[in-house]
T-cell receptor, first 106, second 116 residues
Framework: GQQVQQSPASLVLQEGENAELQCNFS?????MQWFYQRPGGSLVSLFY???GTKHSGRLTSTTVIKERRSSLHISSSQTTDSGTYLCALDNNRIFFGDGTQLVVKP | GPKVLQIPSHQIIDMGQMVTLNCDPVSNHLYFYWYKQILGQQMEFLVN????????KSKLFKDQFSVERPDGSYFTLKIQPTALEDSAVYFC??????????????FGEGSKLTVL
């Protein structure tokens, strides 16, 4: 079955709005990762977050292992934030979610 | 759904030996990728490949690394010679189009390489 559920599947925002992306896991995990997928297909790792909250610029990741969920918050979105965001469950093997397609309109 | 198969799932070799990791991408996919993840660390991009050529590679893609897909068979990652720091899980992925157009990469489950 699907190990990782991401929501929403797609999201359209106006520039300046905040975004909240969710990841839920159906199994235990060692850690999880959030990625931004470049147009060329390569992945940019945003967070490697076993637990707790991490910040990086306008991005915040919060993982609650006992609740099997993680979130990615993007504040004050910009058009350059548009793209695909993937979360991945790390349970000795990597399981990716289907991604959230984010579109930020000017 | 579409599957990317990786062979072997686990390989143990001595430092200095050559290793070839095989990837059977989703049929009709045209773009192929390798990623590397050292245990407990982030997964990192190595290389992508299209139409018989390397399109993009990261600084992790050392001179000892090479990729090819002869005549539509396996997409391979060869390391020769191997070093201790090459111990990692290597993930293959494929996509039907350039990643940004489809937004969908399909990943294999990884090949764990242990270099002794």
């Amino acid at each position: 079955g699907q190990q990782v559920q991401q929501s929403p599947a797609s999201l359209v925002l106006q520039e300046g709005e905040n975004a909240e992306l969710q990841c839920n896991f159906s199994t235990s995990l060692n850690s999880m990762q959030w990625f931004y997928q470049r147009p060329g297909g390569s992945l940019v790792s945003l967070f490697y977050n076993p637990s707790g909250t991490k910040h990086s610029g306008r991005l915040t990741s919060t993982t609650v292992i006992k609740e099997r969920r993680s979130s990615l918050h993007i504040s004050s979105s910009q058009t350059t934030d548009s793209g695909t965001y993937l979360c991945a469950l790390d349970n000795n093997r990597i399981f990716f979610g289907d991604g959230t397609q984010l579109v930020v309109k000017p | 759904g579409p599957k990317v198969l990786q062979i072997p799932s686990h390989q143990i070799i001595d430092m200095g030996q050559m290793v070839t990791l095989n990837c059977d991408p989703v049929s009709n996919h045209l773009y192929f990728y390798w990623y590397k993840q050292i245990l407990g660390q982030q997964m990192e991009f190595l290389v992508n490949f299209y139409n018989g050529k390397v399109m993009e590679k990261s600084k992790l893609f050392k001179d000892q690394f090479s990729v090819e897909r002869p005549d539509g068979s396996y997409f391979t990652l060869k390391i020769q010679p191997t070093a201790l720091e090459d111990s990692a899980v290597y993930f293959c992925a494929s996509s039907p189009d350039w990643g940004g157009n489809t937004g969908q990469l399909y990943f294999g489950e990884g090949s764990k390489l242990t270099v002794l």
